[in-house]
Structures are given as structure tokens and as C-alpha cells.
């Protein structure tokens, strides 16, 4: 009972909008100037992805905060990627800095790479998002956020023990998910 409580804490901790409300806080921190773009960033990734989600899962058209079914999975991956499109568009309109232009890319080229995968086979959308975000901290911080290197294998671990993906398609997630994120990166490398 203990070990699937705590899988879904860590489900529920590093689900994408946590990793990014984890990202756009940290940038906050570092960069108070920069308080517009993180509330950009903030209300693009993880206010309106949350409340399309609510929205989706009170109406019925899904049955679950992590959907098992790949169907149900579409319109939250659309909307998703949309809501990411309009965020990286805004980081751009604001002349955000290059590292914010490459999280908000990342974000929306995975949410859609995830959205066409999902079409005919059923990839770990945390694994995605948790790959991403540790691999852009680490490029972009250097060593010093080596520490978000420890959610890679703790979200692989809740993942797997809830049953919610095999192992082919968890670590599939997570390389989708640093790759994307590397190739943002490069793309903006300041």
C-alpha cells in the first residue's frame, strides 16, 4: 500500500505541469527580474494545461488525471501542445531570453511528437516530460542541478510499479524527452 502511495506521489510531483511549474519557479529565483516571462511561462505550462485537464476530466471525456487509454490521451496532448505553442510564441514576442525560448520549444515539439506516437502506440508522457526537464537543467545550469538527475530513475520507478507502462515505453519517454530538449537547446545555446 506504502510503495503504490508513494508511486503516485511521484507520479503526481513530476507530471509535466509540476516539472514546469519546478522550471519557471526556479527561473524565477535566479532571475526576479524576468517575473513577467516566468508568469508566462507559468500561466502556458501549468495554469491552462491544469485547468483544460480538470475541464476534461469533470466533463467525462476522461476517466482519469493519467489516462490509460490511449484515446483519451489525444485531446489532452493537443491541448497540451497548444497551450505550449502559445507559450513558446509568447516567449518569443517578448524577446524572453534564449533558455526560456528553448524550454517552451522543448515543451511544445515533445508534446506533439508524444501526440503523433500516441496515435498507434502508448509512450510515458512523465518519462518525456522528466527527460527533458532534468536534461536542460543540466546542460543550461551546469552540474550544479545534477540533483534532477535523481527524478529520472524515481519517475521510471512509479511509472513501472503503477503499471502504467512498460519499460520499453518509459525509457523510449525518456530519451524522446532529452533529445527534444538537447536539440531546443542547441537551437538557443547562448
Known amino acids: 500500500m506504502y510503495i503504490m502511495w508513494m508511486a503516485r506521489l511521484v507520479s503526481h510531483v513530476f507530471n509535466p505541469a509540476g516539472l514546469a511549474l519546478m522550471l519557471f519557479t526556479t527561473w524565477g529565483i535566479f532571475y526576479p527580474a524576468d517575473l513577467g516571462q516566468v508568469l508566462i511561462g507559468l500561466c502556458f505550462y501549468v495554469v491552462l494545461p491544469g485547468l483544460t485537464l480538470l475541464y476534461l476530466l469533470r466533463s467525462g471525456r476522461i476517466d482519469a488525471l493519467y489516462p490509460q487509454q490511449r484515446q483519451q490521451r489525444d485531446g ?14 509568447s516567449f518569443l514576442l517578448f524577446d524572453s531570453h534564449p533558455l526560456l525560448c528553448a524550454t517552451g520549444l522543448s515543451f511544445c515539439a515533445a508534446t506533439l511528437l508524444v501526440w503523433l506516437i500516441n496515435r498507434s502506440w502508448k509512450i ?17 545550469g551546469g552540474m550544479v542541478f545534477w540533483p534532477s538527475l535523481l527524478a529520472i530513475p524515481a519517475v521510471a520507478w512509479a511509472r513501472l510499479s503503477l503499471l502504467a507502462h512498460t ?9 524522446l524527452g532529452c533529445c527534444v530538449s538537447l536539440l531546443a537547446y542547441a537551437l538557443y545555446a547562448v
Do not use: E, K, N, T
Open 76 to 89: 489532452l496532448l493537443l491541448a497540451g501542445g497548444g497551450s505550449y505553442g502559445l507559450g513558446y510564441i
Open 124 to 140: 510515458s508522457i512523465h518519462s518525456v516530460g522528466v527527460g527533458g526537464a532534468a536534461s536542460l537543467l543540466c546542460v543550461a
Open 167 to 175: 519499460p520499453l515505453q518509459v525509457v523510449a519517454g525518456l530519451v
